[in-house]
């Protein structure tokens, strides 16, 4: 069993930063694209940033990109979210995701959650 462990959310003010970290229960992560999504109150669960597991390519949403950024640790089985100049609309719940595809970046491609993280901003 996949077992993933967010951590790192809080409530900040806007400007500041927040680093959110996942832990798995993976021998590795050298063949699976992870991913962070966030859900807010009302809203539908969106994708913020993935890296895939061939080049190790990055993407983000136009929302956070120049802000966010992703990175992975294959031999740790890590994958962290730095959030930098947060805005009150990055409040969510925060969820690490695995997915068996070479890239991902909807709900549907990720078989693996965890139980999420809560960030909140205020202004």
């Known amino acids: 069993q996949v077992q993933l462990v967010e951590s790192g959310g809080g409530l900040v003010q806007a400007g500041d930063s927040l680093r959110l970290s996942c832990a798995a229960s993976l021998l590795t992560f050298s063949r699976y694209t992870m991913g962070w999504f966030r859900q807010a109150p009302g809203k539908e669960r969106e994708f913020v940033a993935g890296v895939s597991w061939r080049q190790n390519s990055t993407y983000y949403t136009d929302s956070v990109k120049g802000r966010f950024t992703i990175s992975r640790d294959n031999a740790k089985n890590t994958v962290d979210l730095q959030m930098n100049s947060l805005k009150p609309e990055d409040t969510a719940v925060y969820y690490c995701?695995?997915?068996?595809?070479?890239?991902?970046?909807?709900?549907?491609?990720?078989?693996?959650w965890g139980q999420g993280t809560q960030v909140t901003v205020s202004s």
């Open positions: 995701a695995r997915s068996a595809m070479p890239w991902g970046a909807d709900t549907w491609q990720y078989a693996y």
